[in-house]
T-cell receptor
Framework: DAKTTQPPSMDCAEGRAANLPCNHS???????VYWYRQIHSQGPQYIIH???NNETNEMASLIITEDRKSSTLILPHATLRDTAVYYC????????????FGGGTRLMVKP | DSGVTQTPKHLITATGQRVTLRCSPR?????VYWYQQSLDQGLQFLIQ???????AKGNILERFSAQQFPDLHSELNLSSLELGDSALYFC????????????FGPGTRLTVL
């Protein structure tokens, strides 16, 4: 699986959009970009994933650059409950293989 | 709620002891994954089972073992426990269908004294 690079920490004001970047310059054509988050010591929570098109669900939007070397997770209206560590993971889909977690980005949403 | 359940939530034991952690996957999911999260190592993959068979191994110690039963629940057995085994242990499951997304349980916090 390709390696990812994320900033270790970010702050965001409550109610504003949180934009979390991820670099994955060595991504392969069949690798998807997955985002998970971990609130405090809870189990990682799946957020969204995509291959090359932008994706949106009820939690977030995922913007993937045309060359697929980077992506941005967007939380449109961050709340205090969005304070968590966000992990960007790239992996081959349908392989049934494990997730490789890096250090992630610790997002602090402030009032 | 991911649909994955883990018991117990907390476990406190002494060095040298043996414990068993239990995981029930989401209904219909055939794969179970075990991960360990310690303060200094982050989230690390231990082992995967698919429909009762071991599928992949990660950084799992020889003192640790796992199995998946016919009803698809899984158990992670940790023996000869050391202080450094204190960690959060998560299991995840997926169906290996078209999305292959893994869903995680709430974890078991193991403290070895």
């Amino acid at each position: 699986d390709a390696k990812t690079t994320q900033p270790p920490s970010m702050d965001c004001a409550e109610g504003r959009a949180a934009n979390l970047p991820c670099n994955h310059s060595t991504i392969s054509g069949n690798e998807y970009v997955y985002w998970y988050r971990q609130i405090h010591s809870q189990g990682p929570q799946y957020i969204i994933h995509g291959l090359k098109n932008n994706e949106t669900n009820e939690m977030a939007s995922l913007i993937i650059t045309e060359d697929r070397k980077s992506s941005t997770l967007i939380l449109p209206h961050a709340t205090l409950r969005d304070t968590a560590v966000y992990y960007c993971i790239v992996r081959v889909n349908n392989a049934g293989n494990m997730l490789t977690f890096g250090g992630g980005t610790r997002l602090m949403v402030k009032p | 709620d991911s649909g994955v359940t883990q018991t117990p939530k907390h476990l406190i034991t002494a060095t040298g002891q043996r414990v068993t952690l239990r995981c029930s996957p989401r209904s219909g999911d055939l794969s179970v994954y075990w991960y360990q999260q310690s303060l200094d190592q982050g989230l690390q993959f231990l082992i995967q089972y698919y429909n009762g068979e071991e599928r992949a191994k990660g950084n799992i110690l020889e003192r640790f073992s796992a199995q998946q039963f016919p009803d698809l629940h899984s158990e992670l057995n940790l023996s000869s426990l050391e202080l450094g085994d204190s960690a959060l242990y998560f299991c995840a499951s997926n169906s290996q269908g078209s999305t292959d997304t893994q869903y995680f349980g709430p974890g078991t916090r193991l403290t070895v004294l």
